[in-house]
Nanobody, 122 residues
């Protein structure tokens, strides 16, 4: 079982960039797929990107070409580099973990971080 802590959120102008980090505790990080999800105010949790335990990546259409997910198993951390941010990217960003294979359905993930707020202004 891993525990997750996100960081790196903040306020940025449209067109700007942010890099989110998700630090995991535990000895089994390398066996986990990691996902990033976001939740806008009053809406459900939405898939953003995921990376499986051997580095295969998937992205939501809204993230393709702008966001990059990566992982550094040596430091038990997954990253989300977000470029060309838009106001519609605003929300609380969560990282989540599940064994081996990534999924885009948040119901497939059992372990979640507390979230980090991203706000993109015009």
């Amino acid at each position: 079982q891993v525990q997750l802590v996100e960081s790196g959120g903040g306020l940025v102008q449209a067109g700007g960039s942010l890099r989110l980090s998700c630090a995991a505790s535990g000895r089994t990080f390398g066996s986990h797929a990691m996902g990033w999800f976001r939740q806008a105010h009053g809406k459900g949790r939405e898939f953003v990107a995921a990376i499986d335990y051997i580095g295969g990546r998937t992205y939501a259409d809204s993230a393709k070409g702008r966001f990059t997910i990566s992982r550094a198993d040596a430091v038990n951390t997954v990253y989300l580099q977000m470029n060309s941010l838009k106001p519609e990217d605003t929300g609380v960003y969560y990282c989540a973990a599940r064994l081996y294979v990534s999924q885009s359905d948040p119901e497939e993930y059992k372990t979640w971080g507390q979230g980090t707020q991203v706000t993109v202004s015009l």
